[in-house]
């Protein structure tokens, strides 16, 4: 009687523990929604993207000497005990972003003989010096003059005028290349130079001057066909100086017009930096004079992504308010924020007036007869919506919808767009359907690995979440070839890979949710696999964690610690599939308890989310603030309702 006494006062204390966390994080939420209903949280990447700020003022000659002092301070503060930069917190060196950042806090004013420079030169030269750079760190210096163009890849921009039938165009590479691949083929046409007003240079981070020994260009993929692309290579530096100066100005003018309908205001190019960053100076490069709007729109567009706290400072690589809002609104409803209510109301009119309906973007060149409705990632970004934004959106508005009609064309909509971005094979994409013309990577300009967008399991699993959350009798083949697809996608151990979250967590996560939501048998084989993975991951504090070096093979067990974001998904994986009784999950529920901290999130350095796996990671900061509050709510309704059955698709 005393152990049972003891059992049911802990248990108490625990729901009493479990009810003050999720209240308190709830009404944090609250408060920290924008007036017109939306949520938006920083978005970090690595050193590269203020040191590129930094670097585009001096290209520019438009020096602002607070503002890149404070971005100074920044990039002193995340640099490595290696003495680099890494990609991610604690991660090893990376040598081009470390290349970049050297730079950058020499353009600044750095002593190149200060000790946080020395250190870093160190670990430059230890790696064979800053010839061994990538592409686009390549091009960075080639544009400054600090390294000769014959090192970078050729680009023509008269590829601009190739046919869609040509091998390559820009139909057949991602979003993010596009935008970012046409303001620079201007740029490697004119080749301008930086005006570099305080004539800094780095040939102390040379072994051999790249001038008398030019860099050579890598094969990206050890291949025979990326030998014989780099061949074309040289066929093209030979070729390219004696092509018709008539057709390189028609190029160039059809890049111009490109860009011109997809500058996206304020949002920028694509939304992202690099294209925003390339599309400045690419109009800079064409005698933009300073007042011209479409210049001023672009710079813009690139001050919105500044974070400025104190004396501190860095850039965004976008911005995430919609994809921000349709999670935090998950995680908000789920903790019982009423539906009807102004918190739930609010951003799902907000997020209602950025449906895509009257654009067609680029997806539409492999998909001509299916209509626009879906969402984008950023406040703005019409050209380019992605499936995974839209089915996060859509299922948010079918848990709440109730007896309301309003959202029914918007849902309607959204489903029909996202089983028309269905690719043969039956996964998607996140931005485009068929995007798999995987001989480019063997192209040398390609050494970011992240040419291409292909179909992945955790953006097809949040499609089937949706399809059949919402019973839609359209997505009823969709959803079948869907599950096909994740089932010849499953890892050797059970996982499922995650492209956008990391990594193998994220991806049985979502996986899981989806199987659960077209009605997968719990004790189906794909299930108990996922779901012994997910228990071999769990670490000895209750937690789970995954590091960004497990986009190596050879590292894809590492982890350095536990997160709250990670724990999250295991935990939401988990119960998707019926283990809320589990210890395992008691002891993860445990661990959010006890990480539990009195300000707005959870504490988390670490990065859980990935742009191009193994090359650009991303620190959500609102990933261990909604995360947890919905694993938490989650366990409290399964655990207090008696009931292993989770109704949604996430």
Sequence with gaps: MLSTAWDQTRTETRDDAIDAVIAQTRDVLRRRQAADGHW????????????????????????????????????????????????????????????KAYFALKLVGDDPEAPHMRRARAAILAQGGASNCNVFTRIALALFGLMPWDAVPRMPVEMMLLPSSAPFNLDRVSYWSRTVIVPLLILMALKPRARNPRGVNLDELFVTS?????????????????????????????????????????????AVEW??????????????????????????????????????TAKSALRKLLVVDGDSAYCQPCLSPVWDTSLALHAMVEAGEPNDGPVVSRALAWLAERQITDVIGDWASTRPTTRPGGWAFQYRNDYYPDVDDTAVVAMVFDRVKGDDNRYAEALARASEWIIGM?????????????????????????????????????VSARCISMLAQSRDPHGRDAIKRGLAFLRREQEADGSWFG?????????????????????????????????????????????????????????RSECKASTPSQTAW???????????????????????????????????????????????YLRYHGYAHYFPLWALARYRNLTRSRTSRVPYGM
């Design 40 to 99: 938006v949280y920083e978005l970090e990447a690595d050193a590269t993207i203020p040191s590129e700020y930094i670097m585009l003022g001096h290209y520019l000659g438009e020096i602002e000497p607070e503002l890149e002092q404070k971005i100074a301070r920044y990039l002193r503060a995340i640099q490595g005990r290696h003495g680099g930069w890494p990609l991610f917190y604690e991660g090893d060196i990376d040598l081009s972003a470390t290349v």
């Design 210 to 254: 790249p001038w008398d020994d030019v860099p050579a260009l890598r094969n990206p993929t050890g291949s025979p066909i990326g030998q014989l692309f780099l061949l074309i290579d040289r066929v093209l530096k030979l070729v390219e100086p004696v092509l018709p100066q008539h057709a390189r100005e028609r190029a160039i003018a059809a």
């Design 259 to 296: 860009i011109r309908p997809r500058l996206n205001g304020d949002d920028g190019l694509g939304g992202i930096f690099p294209a925003i960053a390339n599309t400045v100076m690419a109009y800079d490069a064409l005698g933009y004079p300073q007042q011209h709007p479409d210049l001023l």
């Design 422 to 458: 269905q690719s043969a094979n039956g996964g998607w994409g996140a931005f485009d359907a068929e995007n798999t013309y995987f001989i480019l990577n063997h192209i040398p300009f390609a050494d970011h690995r992240a040419l291409l967008d292909p179909p992945t399991a955790d």
């Design 499 to 555: 492209r956008w979250g990391t990594n193998y967590i994220y991806g049985t996560w979502s996986v899981l949710c989806a199987l659960n939501a077209a009605g997968v048998d719990r004790q189906a084989p794909e299930v108990r696999r996922a779901v012994a993975f997910l228990l071999s991951r769990q670490r000895a504090d209750g937690g789970w964690g995954e590091d960004g070096a497990t986009y190596w093979l050879e590292r």
């Design 570 to 616: 295991a935990l939401l994986g988990l119960m998707a599939v019926g283990e809320v009784g589990r210890p395992e999950v008691e002891r993860g529920i445990d661990y959010l308890l006890a990480h539990a901290r009195g300000g707005e999130r959870w504490p988390e350095d670490w990065y859980t989310a990935v742009g191009f796996p193994a090359v650009f």
